[in-house]
């Protein structure tokens, strides 16, 4: 039977074993689960693009399962679809009850209600926890925190219901540029930054790092004014985050904000990006040496480096 229970919050039940099977299948799942949150990275830009050019109403392909999606999701201002023995699911159900927020939770691993639940969000693959807001798709639990941290959460809560399934992909999504992934104020120290954020600012450090090698011989000046651009910006990304005072992440930021991904750790990004790219830039930029050897080797490493990130954010 599919139905809407109540959540209870039961208490975790402890690893017995950290080598034994049940060990091993939680490592297992967990690994799944971030290969599949790594893999959707990729694909969230192309699905969130195309959403608006789709047809999401209902069509000649409804069956039951959706019919009762819709119920669910229409008579809850928030639902959880998930997975037992999911751990993200888990949190996802403890963040909403820590703040003493109503919530139904549905378990949606069943084969009829994945294909449902996928046919609806248009993905290949489902993964847990599934959250609607007031009739919106949200997202999981990482977005779920997020919501949470910014507020935006109780202001969806406080929102007209959207119709199911036609306003799933209705979220309200304003730049925020004065905050971070995770709700800090922008002149804080940044502990997270997104995903996508971190493939574009490469993608242009890329032809940066490009365009500086080839006026090398040219023209020192274009040289050294795209990388004492590049390098205060990534000062100001290590000391605080993709802030208003970043030029480069700013306009990065505006751009993808719809793409953005996930929110991931901040701190070997920094460290690249930042301590490492500012401590090999400052000499050259100092001495204002960008033609020889050396220098374009030490350009073309770096080059090197930020196209990995571009492609794979490691």
């Known amino acids: 039977s599919f139905e809407a229970m109540a959540v209870e919050q039961a208490p975790a039940t402890p690893l017995r074993d950290g080598h034994g099977q049940d060990g091993f299948s939680r490592v297992l799942r967990r690994a799944k689960r971030d290969l599949l949150g790594y893999v959707s990275e990729y694909v969230e830009p192309f699905k969130r693009f195309l959403a608006p050019r789709m047809n999401a109403s209902v069509d000649a392909e409804q069956t039951l399962e959706l019919e009762r999606l819709r119920m669910v999701v229409d008579g809850n201002a928030i639902v959880i679809y998930k997975m037992e023995g999911c751990g993200y699911c888990k949190r996802a159900e403890e963040l909403l009850a820590g703040r003493g927020m109503t919530f139904s939770s549905v378990v949606g691993s069943a084969p009829q209600t994945k294909a449902a639940l996928g046919r609806t969000l248009r993905v290949p693959i489902v993964m847990f926890p599934v959250i609607f807001v007031q009739g919106v798709f949200l997202g999981g639990s990482d977005q779920l925190s997020e919501a949470l941290d910014s507020g935006l959460l109780p202001q969806l809560v406080a929102s007209p219901r959207r119709p199911f ?9 304003p730049i925020q540029l004065l905050s971070g992934p995770r709700g800090q104020p922008w002149w804080r120290f940044q502990l997270h930054v997104y995903a996508n954020y971190v493939r574009l600012v490469s993608s242009i450090h890329v032809c940066i790092f490009a365009l500086a090698i080839f006026f090398s011989g040219i023209s020192a000046v274009i040289s050294l004014v795209l990388l004492g651009g590049l390098t205060i910006d990534m000062a100001i990304f290590t000391l605080l985050g993709p802030t208003p005072l970043a030029p480069l992440s700013t306009c990065v930021t505006v751009v993808l904000w719809r793409f953005r991904g996930a929110a991931v750790t901040s701190l070997p990004y920094k460290a690249v990006m930042g301590v490492f790219y500012v401590f090999v830039l ?28 571009a492609i794979l954010r490691f």
Do not use: E, H
């Open 165 to 173: 399934p036609s306003g799933v992909f209705d979220m309200p999504d």
């Open 282 to 309: 400052t000499p050259i930029i100092l001495k204002r040496d960008v033609a020889s050897a050396w220098s374009k080797g030490q350009i073309t490493g770096l080059l090197v480096n930020s196209l990995l990130l």
